[in-house]
């Protein structure tokens, strides 16, 4: 399961860095829900659900990340 959880920290990046301004301070906390999605391609695609916790506010936030991953492109994010 630690590549998942490695996929998962390098996918939740994308929300910690667009979603972060001088208010707040994103880290991930937990990886809540990992589903592979049936794909016609060679990519893998999975659908992660991370929590996000907010180290200023002290909360904790759902996100929901679609992701794709090949050896030849790396990671993608597709959607938040």
């Not at 990519?43 to 050896?71: A, C, N, T």
């Not at 030849?72 to 938040?80: D, F, R």
């Amino acid at each position: 399961m630690k590549p998942f959880w490695h996929l998962a920290r390098v996918a939740a990046s994308f929300i910690m860095l667009n979603e972060s301004n001088e208010k707040t301070l994103y880290n991930m906390a937990q990886v809540a829900k990992i589903t592979q999605l049936e794909t016609q391609d060679d990519q893998l695609r999975f659908e992660y659900e991370v929590l996000l916790h907010d180290m200023v506010s002290q909360e904790i936030i759902r996100g929901k990340l679609l992701v794709s991953w090949s050896p030849a492109v790396g990671v993608k994010v597709l959607e938040t």
